[in-house]
Nanobody, 126 residues
């Protein structure tokens, strides 16, 4: 399994920005994503980067504000979060999918991913 470790979380005021990082242990992973779990809600996929075709996927709630990227040179997945709002508060996880081939459902479905980090907390509050 891929070893994943998130960092970069913290507290920020509404309208502010944060950049999350996720270091990964090897280069065999295929697709990677960020998920978050807000208080009282299920974990949801918010951004994914797909190796085949190189596309990025975003949840409607973050599209236009968040940007996902990865660097194989530094073995790091990033999530740049801008214009943060209180609803962005939650525990953020990175995930890796080692299977190749088509997605069973969608890049933002948690069932696609086998490896998970421990999460990093993001709190947006004035």
């Amino acid at each position: 399994q891929v070893q994943l470790m998130e960092s970069g979380g913290g507290s920020v005021q509404p309208g502010g920005s944060l950049r999350l990082s996720c270091s990964f242990s090897n280069l065999n992973e295929k697709d990677m994503a960020w998920f978050r779990q807000s208080p009282g809600n299920e974990r949801e996929g918010i951004a994914a980067v797909v190796r085949r075709g190189g596309g990025a996927w975003y949840a409607d709630s973050v599209r236009g504000r968040f940007h996902i990227s990865r660097s194989d040179a530094t073995k790091t997945l990033y999530l740049q979060m801008n214009k943060l709002i209180s609803k962005d508060t939650g525990l953020y996880f990175c995930a890796a999918r080692e299977r190749s081939g088509d997605f069973v459902r969608a890049p933002l479905w948690e069932g696609e991913y086998e490896s998970w980090g421990q999460g990093t907390q993001v709190t947006v509050s004035s």
